[in-house]
């Protein structure tokens, strides 16, 4: 049976999970970056670490390939104590993807996506496959895109080369640290819609650096909130840290707007819907069963309307009036 592109593309290792061990990092001067932080990643999952500038973020996501070495701890990868295995080779296990891209410029598209397996001995044919497969799953054509140079494409595009450089060698863990940043608000919007697209298919353990909430709640399985040396503030879902601050700091760093963020991840399920009026619902706006609460807000907002119906498959199951989705924001404290 012939396989497509996108299998070849989503097929090989399996996702591992990450497992942080009371990692410290001291640098010589006394500075103490991060400080006895316990983690735990569960494989296939998107991770986010976010907090204020400072709080060791983007170090604690440079431990775990070890570009910077702790100096205390454990950091087993799928129950590996990396820390105790070459550094070359834990590397090209791991997937890295940095805020500028970092391409070769004097390389081509496709040479650079070739990096890691290159690296690896792989022979032409199978990296000449391998490269086909993640240029189309990234959504860049090769046939268009894979002589081109890295001067030569956009912001978004080369963030997308970025992606597939680093899912190159089908590594178990994919690593970002602000990966969308560089780019126009509205590129981003494009490629995290992208992203999300991605890790449906490919379903990589990832850690995701980000200063951007919205982009944290959008993303994340799971978001770490830290603060200063590293401290975990708190480590829940996008609902749950926007719905119930575990801390003073977190509640403050959140926003006294995260009730509308909440709504963003909040679905819109069966048991929030009020029945069906006795009245005609016809010409009324309609948002799907399953979509996000914030959607629905959004379409009563610009409809001016009291209520939007819900559906499942076009067949309406349901109301969920103004009222409603104003209580959802109220009952966050």
Known sequence: MDVTPRERA????????ITLDAIS??????????????LDVAAGELTVLIGPSGCGKSTVLRMVNRLIEPTGGRILLGGEDVTRVNPVRLRRRIGYVIQNVGLFPHQTVSANVGTV????????????????????????????????YPHELSGGQRQRVGVA??????????????????????????LQEEFLRLQAEV????????????EAVRLGDRIAVL???????????????????????????VGADRGIRRLAVT???????????????????????????????????????????????????????????????????
């Open 10 to 17: 989503g097929a090989g290792a399996q996702a591992a999970s």
């Open 25 to 38: 990092k001291r640098y010589p001067d006394g500075t103490e970056a991060v400080r006895d932080l316990t």
């Open 117 to 148: 397996p290159h690296l690896l001995g792989w022979p032409s044919e199978r990296r000449r496959q391998r490269v086909t497969a993640l240029l189309d799953l990234v959504g860049l054509d090769p046939a268009r895109f894979g002589r081109r």
């Open 165 to 190: 450089r680093a899912l190159a060698a089908d590594p178990v863990v994919l690593l970002m640290d602000e990966p969308f940043s560089a780019v126009d608000p509205i590129v981003r919007t494009r």
């Open 203 to 214: 379903r990589k353990t990832i850690v995701l650096v980000t200063h951007d909430l919205d």
């Open 227 to 253: 603060s200063q040396g590293g401290h975990l503030e708190q480590y829940d879902t996008p609902s749950a840290v926007l719905g119930t601050p575990a801390t003073p700091f977190v509640r403050e760093f």
């Open 267 to 333: 679905a819109i399920t069966r048991e929030a819907v009020e029945p069906l009026p006795a009245t005609t619902v016809a010409g009324l706006p309609t948002v799907p069963l399953g979509g996000s609460a914030y959607d629905a807000l959004s379409v009563l907002l610009t409809s001016a309307a009291d209520q939007v119906v819900v559906t499942d498959t076009d067949r309406p199951v349901g109301v969920l009036t103004r009222g409603r989705l104003l209580d959802l924001v109220g009952r966050v404290h």
